[in-house]
């Protein structure tokens, strides 16, 4: 027995000297300690309260490292300005993580997270809230980060001094510095998605449209007093199919919805008149309760693409979009001679400066 026990402790010791890949057990839980992330780049984007909590306004700082490239996002809840204008003076201040996933109150950072973006041709998962990626990075590879603090100093010729430490999901310290003048940007009244809603780089002209499809909607902002049909409008080449939900095929075409009267028949197709586009929308899409009413027009919603609403041009290749607009502003002019139509558009898109978008049609 006593033998048996000393080639068990023996073995036990043999055990516990077998290599552990150059790790002992203190080493083992030591932390890695990454370098100070020096950022060289920036833009900073006010969005105002986009919420509507009325106890923050939303900032973005967007930082880059363009040598290692490498992209820090901070998204900063910051003391509200009445007067609802950009003033950067407002971000100096120190921001830490929110006591819960409700709290948006002044001085703390939304924390990082991944939700899906819509795109032209499919959405996509990417990062969201304060988060750490490669410059070019949409997905896996973000480090999403949620604890820890930062402070900003801002000097009254704009230029700032930002540093901090974080840590994410990839359970690192991050520290970083950013010393400059960033780019200032007033993102208010946008959605902030990141995506273009138009990728024109000049006007367009659509010179061959000939086939035509109307979709009777009703009363499909549920007014309930007969006051107005909605319709949506399809104008396209005649290498657009029409026949599905969803257009497909090669070429261009508008999407267009509008109110029409009550009474309009969809088989007598669009009531002669000239339809505008409100000069006046909400942020986020639609239209405003008094302009639910005949000869308006609905604008197209941002950010909005899969099952995109709206007024939109399209040009298309195999049903994917290569070309597009969103369009906010200018009027549908149609005449009905005969009963025949001649329809005049004459529409903006969402850029800055705005791209036109025209076409005369006769059938």
């Not at 109307?214 to 007969?226: H, N, T």
């Not at 009531?271 to 006046?280: E, H, L, R």
């Amino acid at each position: 027995m006593k033998l048996y026990s000393v080639l068990l402790f023996a073995a036990l010791c043999a055990s516990c000297a077998e290599d552990d890949g150059g790790q002992t057990p203190g080493d083992s839980f030591r932390e890695p300690v990454p370098e100070t992330i020096t950022l060289d780049d920036a833009v900073v984007t006010y969005y105002g309260d986009d919420s509507y909590s009325g106890v923050s306004d939303l900032w973005t700082l967007d930082l880059a490292q363009s040598s290692a490239g490498q992209r820090l996002v901070l998204s900063l809840n910051v003391t509200p300005n009445p007067a609802g204008v950009p003033d950067p003076g407002l971000l100096a201040g120190t921001y830490r993580m929110p006591a819960n996933s409700g709290d948006m109150s002044a001085g703390t950072y939304n924390p990082g997270y991944m939700t899906e973006q819509d795109r032209p041709n499919g959405a996509v998962m990417v990062p969201a809230g304060t988060y750490l990626a490669g410059v070019a990075a949409e997905t896996s590879d973000a480090d999403l980060l949620r604890e820890g603090a930062c402070t900003v100093e801002v000097d009254a010729d704009g230029r700032m001094r930002i540093e901090g430490t974080l840590v994410g999901t990839s359970y690192l310290k991050r520290y970083f510095t950013y010393e400059g003048t960033p780019q200032f940007v007033d993102g208010s009244g946008t959605s902030g998605s990141g995506v273009p809603n138009s990728n024109l780089d000049a006007d367009v002209r659509l010179e061959s449209l000939s086939a035509t499809r109307i979709v009777d909607k009703g009363d499909s902002y549920f007014l309930g007093d007969e006051s107005y049909r909605h319709f949506v409008f399809f104008l396209a080449d005649a290498g657009i199919d029409l026949s599905t939900q969803w257009p497909g095929g090669d070429s261009e075409l508008l999407r267009i919805e509008l109110f029409v009267p009550w009474d309009t028949d969809p088989a007598d197709g669009i009531p002669a008149g000239i339809y505008t586009v409100p000069d006046d929308v909400p942020p986020s899409g639609g239209v405003y309760r008094e302009d639910i009413v005949p000869y308006r027009i609905v604008p197209g919603y941002p950010d909005k693409f899969t099952s995109n609403s709206g007024t939109w041009y399209q040009y298309m290749e195999a049903g994917q979009w290569v070309r597009y607009a969103r369009i906010t502003g200018g009027t549908l002019t149609v005449e009905r001679p005969d009963g025949r139509y001649r329809i005049t558009a004459e529409f903006t898109d969402c850029a800055a400066p705005a791209h036109r978008i025209t076409c005369l049609w006769e059938n």
